[in-house]
């Protein structure tokens, strides 16, 4: 076993250069270089083969040991198409070690070899012609939360079959369910501006080589960071196939005005012992307890020392890698709380010196305790500490429907009647208010572009499925319906960041059969297609939903009041009224050339409203319509709904 003090290593042996893994190089690209880093190994192979799996090794080489820790050995030639490993030896013993090399770019099926790969053959045509969609400020964004397989895997979703549940779900047009629109003609429709993939880097559990078999997993089970998931592409044993229609989703995507925000993983890796990591440097890359055990802070069997030079290289070097060569628009970090704040800043530093618009943000919780003392770590209640990234805002999402873990628990649509102070919080941006003195604790945002506003995201039951388990023996199918539009409403129109999942426009729900009957899943990462696939005959059913999600979307990007990017203009602009009911929130909107106001009625019976002086018109009413009607004076806001009144200023 290794022992040594990771400090000694970074101090003595980091790396700062941006060429490990392996690279075709040269004018005529007739040389390709390898590279990898591990300081402490006495000796450290190359090996060469023609296929991603099975007995075809071609030759194995001795690669030098150069400054650094670094080990290198350079061909003659293009390995394009060629696939390897390392094997590392440690003086503590004789063995060598196999893996994969943890800067491949590109691998074979199941990620156990590295591929090499001429990229400049990977890009489809007209990949270099297209632009990316602008975004200037996380509050600009309307986001989109989607998992590659539950798009489209579905027959309904109208896409055809040899897509269905790949990355080329997204690039077909024209699909559709009855009379309704699906799949990237759905996005266009509903008007989000960008879409968060689920975890699209190689994961572990899916067996690519048995694309036939029904196999589900959201993708939290990080195998290899640097190549895209197989199992969503036509042809998992070609490495270029999987690299070539990833590409062709961001470009449909981006053809449409629609950005890709990429899910990523870092926090831990699937295996432990047996990770590539270790393998290639024992111990480093992972943190360890008092007793050498690994830590659990991911609450998956090990947590990455992101606070370690040469890991926090890794995730800055790969980040870069998709934002450059695959051209996403933002990522979202998986149990971000695992990373130290140091490196989340400088994170965000790097990815604004390739464009300050690409969005970062992430969950500022763990799944376990960490030996990284808290103060370092991404937290939540840290914000401030790195207020250029955002956090999803856990606080509003309880205040709208009550405690995502307990499913009965009530929230302000479902008949809560104390979580109004949080909620004005949110409704705020989660940054101070004037008007503001309760619920200190959900006042975290440094900016109001730092918080992710949402009621309902892969974990945990859907809106739908949280308000049937808590409501359905107290609600009508009708009410429980005007609750979610509701609960829509605050998210959309709330300042920050808004973020919706999946088919929430058309109340996705998660059965799941049982010897009982059914049941709604609270957490489906591994369920088959019958609970998580999209079924696109619900945006039929439930039209009345979907386009009231729209009109909310249109609502939103319609003025520059729903997206204030900064605290100052929130405290300028923003004001909560006297409705006389505490639990009958309303604010008004207000700059130089026109005025907003919302109300929020969670009661089961008509509220009477105030409007301010002026004449207005309704812009939203419970079905999503807007009305030419002047309106002055006191107003009836409908039962379990949201109103929105505008007036226009000379």
Known sequence: MLRYNAADIDRKYYYDGDDLGAAIVGEDKDRTVFKTWSPLATGVYLNLYLDGEGDNRVETLPMEQLDRGVWYVELLRSCDGLFYTFSYEFGYSSKRTETIDIYAKACGVNGK????????TTDPEGWDKVR????TNACRAVVYECHVRDFSIDESSGVSEKYRGKFKGFTESRTRCGRSETCLDHLKELGVTHVHLLPVEDFATVDESAPEKKQFNWGYDPLNYNCPEGSYSTDPTDPKCRIREFKELVMTLHKNGIGVIMDVVYNHTYHSEDSSFEKAFPGYYHRRRSDGTFSNGSGCGNETASERLMFRKYMIDSLKFWAEEYKVDGFRFDLMALHDIETVNIIRDELDKIDPSLLMYGEGWTGGESPMPSDKLAYKWNSY?????????????????GGTFNPYELGFVNGNRNTAAILKRGIA???????????????????PTQAVNYCEAHDNHTLWDKLNISGR????????IKMDKLAAAIVMLSQGMPFIQLGQDFLRTKPVKTDDGEELSGNSYDLPDSTNAIKWNRKNEYRQVFDYYKALIKLRKSSELFMLANKGDVERCL??????DWNFVAWKLENDSECFVIALNPYTEDKMLTLPWGTFVKRLDENGRAHDEELSGNVVCPPLSASVYQMEKL
């Open 575 to 580: 004001q909560f009224m006297d409705t006389g």
């Open 429 to 447: 941006g989660s940054v101070p208010h004037y008007q503001l003195k309760d619920a200190s604790e959900a006042c975290w945002a440094f900016e």
């Open 385 to 401: 500490e790195f207020g250029r990234v955002g956090l999803f805002n856990d606080n509003i999402r309880d205040a709208i429907k």
């Open 473 to 480: 023996s107290h609600y009508t199918e009708a009410e429980m």
């Open 113 to 120: 070899r590295g591929a090499v790969v001429d990229f400049s």
């Open 132 to 135: 990316k969609p602008e975004c």
